[in-house]
């Protein structure tokens, strides 16, 4: 009897690599998806950033003609949601711009990437936003707006 307990006994754990597999690989592939489209997150929001500061800036140099003929510094904020707002367009980007509190420029942007790993539990894209501001210039002078 005993050599027939031996016998069965390496039968009873045939198999359990495979279980093992099948509980392990899933898993891995999630860890894995997990960190390299993080890792796609985080750089897509680097970049809905950098766009939105980018607009803010040109908006932001969008200078007042006439009243920079009569010797005065400062920005149309029509023309400033104009050029930011073309900015966006140039760069492919979706987002809004608007003026706050009539000096400040303020610019989000909202961009959408596709994932590499998620895709196999059913996230296939991820959506962004950034934000950027400019202050607008606005006075006399030429020391950045302040007076003589």
Known sequence: MTSQRRRQQPDAERGAIGVFLVVLVPGLLLIIGLAVDGGAKVAATQRANAIA??????????LD???ALTGQVRVDPAAAVA???DYLDRSDVAGSVTVVDGDTLQVTTSLTEPTAFLGLVGITAMTVEGSGTADLISGTGQNGGEGP
């Open 65 to 67: 003609v006439s009243a």
């Open 83 to 85: 050029a930011a707002q």
């Open 53 to 62: 500061d980018e607009a803010a800036r040109a908006g932001g140099q969008a």
